[in-house]
């Protein structure tokens, strides 16, 4: 069935915790009805940042709300809900976030990671509604993604599935080569640079742009492999770039040794506006759709 035609009517409050700053939104009617935000607390005290946690959600939460996605960048289990050693909130090495905020607001709460996140996200708001198994895969300033199979997020042990950046490649691993650190690890410059440059046709930017897209493909095919996805659904900041290498990317692509897997696969980017609190959100609708 075709999640447009699964209506889930569900006013839901969807969290991003990132590095810097903390947003949440409630959810309503499929789209983001009201944003809080604040700065993460520069403090070793983990109860400090789960205040100011507590203080947003307080901020946009009301009776309406049936539960709460939280989406963080690191490792999670995401049964018990306990959050491990949170990618530049060092005080955050082992929370139990789903406890604390279960027992704050009397809801149900869920919480994954980022890349996770926005595969769901994708699946029950964006261009993912039109397939039930894919890959969401974040290429950004790393490298990873969320697996959905059967329409729903594939279930792990150690929130490890998808790390596909992880795997080693060449003289590093796969990250160094396929996600944003490409361009500082072997042009010795920024990604946002580069792409201005290839955009105005400048050979050197245009050849590392074709690099990437070879490694990328490489990558893909990994992933391949592994999922045999029906599609792979692009974001981060790299994926705005996808003009410039998905030439080269799909050149590399086409020697996969099973052809027909090519010509099903579809390879699109994300056009979903605040993913990152829709991919939230989504955790619930995965859990109960």
Known sequence: MKISEKVTGKTIIGVDMGGTKIRTGKIKNNAVDTIASDFVPKTDDANEVTDVLIKLITNVIDKEVAGIGIGVPSLVDS????????????????????DILEDKFGIPVYINNDANCFAVGERFFGKGREHEDFVGLICGTGLGAGIIKNGH??????????????????????????????????????????????????????????????????????????????????????????????????????DFPYPRSVENLQIVTTQTQEIALLGAAALYLDANV
């Open 79 to 98: 049964e018990k809900g306990i959050v491990y050693n949170v990618q530049n909130i060092p005080s955050w090495e082992e929370v139990f976030l789903k």
């Open 153 to 254: 997020l594939m279930p792990d042990r150690n929130c490890g599935s998808g790390e596909f950046g992880e795997i080693p490649y060449l003289d590093q691993i796969y990250e160094y080569y396929c996600s944003g650190q490409f361009f500082p690890n072997v042009y010795n410059e920024g990604g946002e640079a580069m792409a201005k440059k290839a955009r105005e046709n400048d050979p050197r930017a245009l050849k590392a742009y074709d690099e990437f897209g070879h490694h990328l493909g490489k990558a893909i095919k990994t992933i391949m492999l592994a999922v045999d996805p029906a599609a792979i659904i692009m974001g981060g900041g790299v994926a705005e770039s996808f003009e410039l290498y998905s030439d080269e990317m799909w050149n590399e692509i086409r």
